[in-house]
């Protein structure tokens, strides 16, 4: 359960977000000052501190720098209120995770939260690179086929040094995980480590997310905002998905390869930065600079120290390992001993095509497990659970992606108000519906199936009015 420290004096302040949290399945606690903060971080790493910047004793800044001496990976959220922002942003800049302004969009702050959470699970979760030590990590790279094996010399020579490293392969190879084993392994481990995934972010937002604006520097840029390359000082940047970084962009982060410093938006100082870049992508970058769509400078700056993850597809032979790494690691997350696998279900698996490669694999595993009923997994779990994803479900058969498409420009078409709430409801019923029937009406396991908390997978399914038909309605 994650942990979230509230720092603040106001007391009704910290009972509501004590309250909000826990109904969240948060582990909440709370101190009152920047000193009990400090305290309490010390006395046990939370998973996130959330802290008013404006308190009796010392302020907010302090407390944060306290912190931060204690843990540089804590991701701080600061709270403010109008009027204090410049405190705000003078953590951020300080390396401070993120703030938010009083008062608070409810849901914004959660999802926030959440966010955070996982970016300081992502910088402790030790990745074991083989299964050396596998047992002690949370996660390991998983494999012993030939082309892993180079591929963890690889990372043994990359990592130690400062270089800029391009991570490629196809989709679930792999590639984040080894961008944070590189990171790990460095010898900035100790500093931050900021995601930036370059498709998720709007390409509008993403320059002022990795670089930061002046005030003024565009209409609505009401305030300074300090970019996530500032932000990560001293630390490490994965740029995620970098082969669709726009081009405008491109030359920004070529520049700071170079030079080592940036510019925010509509500024004119040069904030000298220190970070080491990391970068992923399942795009052939040659084929992008020839359509003009990569810049061919920055392509030769990042490939100098280049490492491939193989397709799944290429080594068969590392499929039974990770089947039991699998079955391992999600039966023991699910509370349930490991029952292994029969020789006809690893055989079954050994010769599947894996376009989704290691993280179709993990899935497949993990929805077996679900439908398991006895040890070990066999093959009819193992087909049902690879015969079952969204294509059922989907409206008209072909690439269930496209089908979405579909539904949702037709809905788009019909004019009709709160289309957004009504499109996000009609796939949150569906999901959970189909995480319920996957675990015959089991709310707990659907819960962690969904990776949702059980209060908020109950609240869901009273607002989506669903009601359980289930063959094994389990109390559960
Ligand atoms: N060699 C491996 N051993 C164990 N687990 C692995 C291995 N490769 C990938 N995984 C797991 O598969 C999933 C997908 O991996 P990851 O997110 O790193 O892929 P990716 O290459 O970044 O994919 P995408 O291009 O879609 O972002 C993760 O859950 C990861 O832990
Ligand atoms: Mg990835």
Request: hydrophobic letters at 45%; charged letters at 25%.
């Amino acid at each position: 359960m994650a942990q979230v420290l509230i720092v603040d004096d106001d007391h009704q302040l910290r009972m509501s977000f004590e309250r909000l949290l826990a109904a969240e399945g948060y582990d909440v606690r709370t101190a009152s000052s920047g000193e009990a903060g400090i305290a309490a971080v010390r006395e046990a790493l939370p998973d996130v501190v959330v802290m008013d910047v404006r308190m009796p004793g010392i302020l907010g800044l302090e407390a944060y720098a306290a912190m931060r001496e204690i843990e540089p990976r804590l991701p701080v959220i600061i709270m403010t209120a109008f009027g204090t922002t410049d405190i705000a942003i003078e953590a951020t800049k300080m390396g401070a995770y993120d703030y938010i302004l009083k008062p608070f969009d409810i849901p914004e702050t959660l999802r926030l939260i959440d966010k955070a959470v996982a970016a300081g699970r992502a910088m402790r979760a030790r990745v074991a690179v083989g299964e050396e030590g596998a047992a002690a990590a949370a996660e390991a790279i998983v494999g012993r086929s030939p082309a892993m094996q180079e591929l963890y010399k690889a990372i043994g020579r990359a990592a130690p040094t400062d270089a800029t490293v391009l991570v490629r392969g196809e989709s679930g190879t792999g590639k984040e995980l080894v961008a944070r084993a590189l990171y790990q392994h460095s010898q900035r481990a100790g500093k931050p480590f900021l995601v930036i995934n370059c498709v998720a972010i709007p390409e509008s937002l993403l320059e002022s997310e990795l670089f930061g604006y002046e005030k003024g520097a565009f209409t609505g840029a009401a305030g300074r905002k300090v970019g996530k390359i500032e932000q990560a000082d001293h630390g490490t940047v994965f740029l995620d998905e970098i082969g669709d970084m726009p081009l405008t962009i491109q030359a920004k982060l070529l520049r700071l390869l170079q030079e080592r410093n940036v510019e925010r938006l509509g500024g004119r100082q040069v904030i000298p930065v220190d970070v080491r870049i990391i970068a992923a992508t399942n795009r052939d970058l040659e084929d992008a600079v020839r359509q003009g769509l990569f810049r061919e400078d920055l392509y030769y700056r990042l490939k100098v120290v280049t490492l491939s993850l193989p397709p799944l597809r290429e080594r068969p032979g590392d499929i039974p390992l990770l089947v039991r790494y699998f079955l391992d690691r999600f039966a023991r997350d699910m509370g349930q001993p490991d029952p292994g696998a029969s020789e006809a279900a690893v055989e079954f698996l050994r010769a599947q095509p894996w376009p989704g490669n290691v993280r179709e694999l993990g899935n497949t595993v993990k929805k077996a497990l679900i439908f398991n009923l006895g040890a070990p997994l066999g093959l009819d779990e193992v087909k049902k659970a690879l015969d079952e994803p969204m294509r059922n479900g989907a409206v008209s058969g072909g690439d269930p992606e496209e089908s979405v498409s579909l539904l949702i420009r037709r809905e788009l078409a019909s004019g009709r108000e709160s289309l957004f709430e009504d499109l996000m409801d009609r796939f949150g019923q569906q999901v959970i519906r189909e995480a319920l029937t996957a675990t015959g009406g089991n709310r707990s396991q659907a819960a962690r199936l969904l990776g949702l908390s059980r209060p908020t997978l109950l609240a869901k399914i009273e607002k989506y009015g669903l009601r359980i038909e289930s063959r094994v309605r389990q109390a559960d």
